[in-house]
Antibody
Framework: EVQLLESGGGLVQPGGSLKLSCAASGFSFSSYGVNWVRQAPGKGPEWVSSISGSGGNPKYVDSVKGRFIISRDNSRKTLYLQMNSLRVEDTAVYFC??????????????WGQGTRVTVSS | DIQMTQSPSSLSASVGDRVTITCRASQNINNFLNWYQQSPGQAPKLLIYGASSLKRGVPSRFSGSRSGTDFTLTITSLQPEDFATYFCQQTYSTPPAFGQGTKLEIE
């Protein structure tokens, strides 16, 4: 089964750190770029960061540049997001996402179930 | 950065109705526009990619179209499972922005 499974969320104080993980299964993980997308309560999704299949070309939304680091370990089929200097406004459900990638006569678009990050004192 | 303006923010309709949701891009994005459906507590689900291509397995009552920088999602003959929130997303350039969402509610 094609699957992404996030972990590592939780409650952290402002200024603290968390490291999110996203474990992939059922597809050729190293072949695809992967995104982190977050969704604050009652809001639309927001793209946070992306990384290529080889682990290069990391990109970030301006609000997290210098604070978040995306990385991947293709041998472990796992994506990471190191989040430092966390702010209240980083509170959200964080999803890992592969998509939209052509596959045969269709496309691949895979989302994890999300992991909740709450930044609060 | 490209901005996506989605309207309406909410919409009330009945089973069997036809509804349209619109996204306007702040600049040309060609056909790099996806539509997602999201139910509470779930991840978004891809419905339409490339502005008008239906994801395999998605019912044919969903369709997408483009006119310049305006994109439309149309749902014909609404079914009970269609009452959810819908988002557009441009993937023409980074950051790949989402629209603000349209909550489709039962009238």
């Amino acid at each position: 089964e094609v699957q992404l499974l996030e972990s590592g969320g939780g409650l952290v104080q402002p200024g603290g750190s968390l490291k999110l993980s996203c474990a992939a299964s059922g597809f050729s993980f190293s072949s695809y770029g992967v995104n982190w997308v977050r969704q604050a309560p009652g809001k639309g999704p927001e793209w946070v960061s992306s990384i290529s299949g080889s682990g290069g070309n990391p990109k970030y939304v301006d609000s997290v540049k210098g604070r978040f680091i995306i990385s991947r370990d293709n041998s472990r089929k796992t994506l990471y997001l190191q989040m430092n200097s966390l702010r209240v406004e980083d509170t959200a459900v964080y999803f890992c996402h592969v998509g939209v990638v052509p596959v045969a006569a269709d496309v691949l678009d895979i989302w994890g179930q999300g992991t909740r990050v709450t930044v609060s004192s | 950065d490209i901005q996506m303006t989605q309207s309406p923010s909410s919409l009330s309709a009945s089973v069997g109705d036809r509804v349209t949701i619109t996204c306007r891009a702040s600049q040309n994005i060609n056909n790099f526009l996806n539509w997602y459906q999201q139910s509470p507590g779930q991840a978004p689900k891809l419905l339409i990619y490339g502005a008008s291509s239906l994801k395999r397995g998605v019912p044919s009552r969903f369709s997408g179209s483009r006119s310049g920088t305006d994109f439309t999602l149309t749902i014909t003959s609404l079914q009970p499972e269609d009452f959810a929130t819908y988002f557009c997303q441009q993937t023409y350039s980074t950051p790949p922005a989402f629209g603000q969402g349209t909550k489709l509610e039962i009238e």
